[in-house]
């Protein structure tokens, strides 16, 4: 029994790869005959995997969706590579994600053997999970599902976006600072077209294949950003940080090319962002003194701030002589 116990294991490992697998192939890889992959793939099935079996030269076996998520089987590299994604996509702006991926990661911590342990939570403390974001619009995990579904499977998508019903060809989904925008092609328009998706609702697979078409550019999220950077209006920042560079980067979630080293403390931020209150939040976060030489309003706005706080941080104008 232990011993078949360990093939279906590996029967189970094979199958949970995209693609469809011949007895022969199985037997070949199990060292076993096709009569008993015949027989294992039973057992499977009454355990509650749906495997589904396809006649003719090109059938074979392969899992498909079923009507309840079985027990998933993962390789050490997969296992690490889950537990590290969980840790860190509590910041993003998708509603209702942190609290499940708490509830996963302590599910994987708890069987993971104990050198994986090791590799998760040294990865875990070079990896920064991303800053809470103010004002960053929720997400609905399930229109993110959608979307991404069907651009995986090459199909159009069909949805309501500011009360308009679009059909589009699906390309990539792009994060950007606090949002996430699908980048797809407009066959009624005859263009590139970029959505937010905290806009998008009612999204729809429509099952028809589309054959496909390249990014201008051949880079999605190089074409989002400068489609983005075209018809929002944005504010050019230039501060000296003392910070180091690679610090900046770090904490500010910037593009490299972002900062400049000045010396092995100091560095400098030109960089582009949509509000003036957004950025002034992410300066004052960094910890570090920092100057503004652009652009004023950004200036005028930190004033503000420190009036503000100096005002509360002396009991404001009603405190009692």
């Not at 008993?36 to 030269?57: I, N």
């Not at 590299?77 to 996963?104: D, F, H, M, N, W």
């Not at 294949?209 to 944005?234: E, F, M, N, W």
Request: aromatic share 4%; glycine share 8%; proline share 8%.
């Amino acid at each position: 029994m232990s011993g078949t116990s360990s093939r279906l294991l590996r029967l189970l490992s094979h199958l949970q790869t995209p693609r469809r697998w011949s007895a022969t192939e199985l037997a070949g890889r199990l060292d076993v005959t096709p009569r008993t992959v015949r027989r294992d793939v039973e057992r499977l099935r009454d355990l509650g995997y749906p495997v589904e079996t396809t006649m003719g030269p090109d059938g074979g076996y392969r899992l498909v969706a079923g009507t309840a998520m079985p027990p998933l089987l993962l390789d050490d590299e997969e296992a690490v590579a889950v537990a590290v994604s969980l840790r860190t996509v509590g910041g993003q702006p998708v509603e209702g994600i942190g609290p499940a991926a708490v509830r996963a990661l302590a599910k994987l911590e708890q069987v993971l053997p104990s050198r994986l342990r090791h590799r998760v939570s040294a990865l875990g403390d070079v990896v920064d999970a991303p800053l809470p974001e103010p004002d960053a619009p929720n997400v609905d995990p399930a229109v993110l599902a959608v979307i991404a579904g069907a651009a995986a499977a090459g199909e159009r998508l069909r949805f309501l976006f500011r009360g308009e019903r679009r059909v589009v060809e699906p390309h990539r989904l792009v994060p950007v600072r606090r949002r996430w925008y699908l980048l797809a092609y407009d066959d009624r328009r005859d263009d590139w077209r970029v959505f937010r998706v905290d806009r998008i609702s009612e999204p729809a697979r429509t099952g028809q294949r589309h054959a496909g078409r390249d990014v201008p550019g051949g880079d999605a999220a190089a074409y989002v950003l400068d489609k983005l950077y075209s018809i929002v209006p944005t504010h050019e920042v230039d501060a000296t940080l003392h910070l180091p560079a690679a610090d900046a980067v770090r904490v500010l979630r910037v593009a490299p090319d972002e900062i400049t080293p000045v010396d092995a403390s100091t560095c400098r931020l030109r960089g582009r962002a949509d509000t003036v209150p957004w950025l002034a939040s992410r300066l004052l976060m960094l910890g570090c003194r920092f100057e503004v030489h652009s652009p004023p309003e950004l200036v005028v706005h930190l004033r503000e701030l420190a009036a503000r706080a100096a005002a509360a941080a002396e009991g404001g104008p009603d405190r009692p002589a």
